[in-house]
């Protein structure tokens, strides 16, 4: 997965007072195994949109990390 | 005895805890003895406990959020004496299921004043009577079958009238505010919920769905605009239910309704409402009593601006509202407020808040910062913010830079 992709979720993290993300795979889901609420979810966006110019969440909410990884892949691309 | 006195008034979404009719009766017997006058209430089943009370006893109740902090309840003009402040009220003993839910249906004599973004400064308080609050309120053997969800903040005007209809035909509230997707799905199952009201934000937690719910028989989406491909979405989800939209603010209470993206003025209120040079007008006869409503002459400009799709009969969309307030998934922040807690952090020279368009949350509270010599860390900053705001009030993204963006006329822009 992309190594800012990865930043931009311990900069989440690190604003909810959390460590770096460990063992964090492309099945790993945001809202079960990341605790990541409505308002994180959001930050996250915005920041992902900042980086990357795409935002991840247009067509629908996404549940995994390995999801948004190939919509940044995508966007990279074109 | 009463068989609605067993059935349970409220449900915790999130541990099945649950509180019967007649405790309810209870707790409003004992806390009538020692009414407060202003309430922070500590939970949700707090707030409606304190709520029904109010309504039982005719009283008037200025109810602050769960979760405002002690800064900003000193910002409004109140004290920690205003919130211990208790008065005895005699009207408890006559107090039965019968009589309480009429008094939800709107036959109670009680005040409540909320709190609503002020489009300058702070929010201010809204006096609202119960009659106006339940203006909506449908009372039938059919409504009171439903079982309904509580997703929105119970002392802001859509979480009162989902509980007054609740309330007013004896019905299940069950609570899933601030649950995760997996538990409000869950809950929803669980406790057979047939009737949810909530933001449009909440319901995009519940997608992609990965399955259908059947038992729900009506959706209201309100407090955002939703847009064509949500609903469409919410169709899949829900395929027994009615998809409604509402529009409601804490002066006036519910105005319009549609199914789908274009309102209508609701029943009754035709010559109470009406479209002035493109922004929804409201008649102050339906609003509530507050600084600026009743000075602003006969009819109050919402601010929300709209577009005419037919004049006969008068169907429109809403295509911005409320100028400078940010919606937040729901919840209205007033950028000037959030500016003056980031301003006050000594090393902080001027800040600018804004909304940036967001797929999560509708909009996500972003601002620019210029500091007074080396910048703070943004994680130092947001705590700092987190410490005087309520959660939705911090900004999510903190930028440093040199200049504030501004517009040709000198307002500070807000993008």
């Not at chain 2, 407060?36 to 949700?44: A, F, I, K, M, V």
């Not at chain 2, 059947?214 to 309100?222: D, F, I, N």
């Not at chain 2, 949500?230 to 804490?250: C, D, G, M």
């Amino acid at each position: 997965m992309h190594s800012d992709f990865l930043r931009l979720i311990d900069e989440v993290r690190a604003n909810k007072k959390q460590p770096p993300a460990t063992g964090v795979t492309r099945s790993t889901r945001l809202r079960e195994d990341l605790g990541f609420a409505s308002l994180d979810l959001a930050e996250l966006t915005v920041r992902i949109e900042e980086r990357f110019g795409v935002d991840v969440f247009a067509n629908g909410l996404v549940h995994t990390l390995g999801e948004i990884d190939d919509k940044i892949a995508q966007a990279s691309k074109k | 005895m009463n068989p609605g006195l067993k059935k349970s008034w409220w449900i915790d979404g999130r541990s099945g805890a649950s509180e019967t009719y007649a405790e309810l009766l209870a707790q409003i017997g004992a806390r009538a003895a020692a009414h407060r006058h202003c309430c922070q209430p500590g939970s949700t089943r707090d707030a409606l406990t304190a709520i029904a009370t109010t309504l039982a006893c005719d009283a008037e109740q200025t109810l602050f959020d769960t979760d405002f902090g002690v800064s900003e309840i000193e910002a409004l003009g109140f004290s920690d004496t205003d919130l211990q402040r208790t008065i005895a009220r005699t009207t408890s003993s006559s107090v039965t299921l019968e009589s309480l839910k009429q008094k939800a249906a709107g036959a109670s004599r009680a005040r409540l004043g909320l709190f609503t973004s002020g489009s300058t400064g702070l929010p201010k308080r809204v006096w609202q009577t119960v009659a106006n609050l339940a203006r909506a309120v449908k009372v039938s053997p059919h409504h009171a079958e439903a079982v309904w969800a509580l997703a929105y903040n119970p002392t802001h005007v859509a979480g009162l009238q989902v509980f007054l209809q609740a309330l007013a035909n004896g019905c299940t509230l069950v609570d899933v505010r601030d649950l995760d997707r997996a538990a409000i799905f869950a809950a929803l199952e669980r406790h057979g919920v047939t009737h949810l009201s909530a933001t449009p934000s909440f319901y995009r937690l519940l997608l992609p769905a990965d399955r259908v719910l059947t038992g729900v028989r009506s959706v209201t989406l309100g407090g955002e605009s939703a847009d064509a491909a949500l609903i469409e979405k919410l169709r899949a989800l829900f395929p027994a239910a009615r998809i409604h939209n509402v529009y409601a603010s804490t002066e006036a209470g519910t105005l319009l309704t549609a199914e789908g993206e274009v309102f209508a003025i609701a029943r009754g209120l035709e010559e109470r409402v009406t479209i002035r040079d493109g922004t929804l007008c409201v008649h102050r006869s339906l609003l509530g009593d507050f600084d600026g409503g009743a000075a602003s002459g006969e009819w109050y400009d919402t601010g929300d601006a709209v577009a005419i799709v037919s004049e006969a009969p008068l169907r429109f969309r809403i295509v911005a509202r409320e100028r400078d307030w940010i919606n937040v998934g729901g919840s209205k922040v007033n950028p000037h407020e959030v500016e003056a807690v980031l301003a006050a952090h000594p090393a902080v020279v001027q800040a600018r808040v804004f909304g940036r368009k967001n797929s999560v949350l509708g909009q996500v509270l972003c601002a620019e910062v210029v500091a007074r010599g080396v910048a703070p860390a943004e994680a130092e900053l947001r705590e700092f913010a987190e410490a005087q705001l309520q959660p939705f009030k911090v900004p999510r993204l903190i930028r440093f830079v040199d200049n504030i963006s501004s517009t040709r006329t000198g307002k500070v822009a807000r993008a």
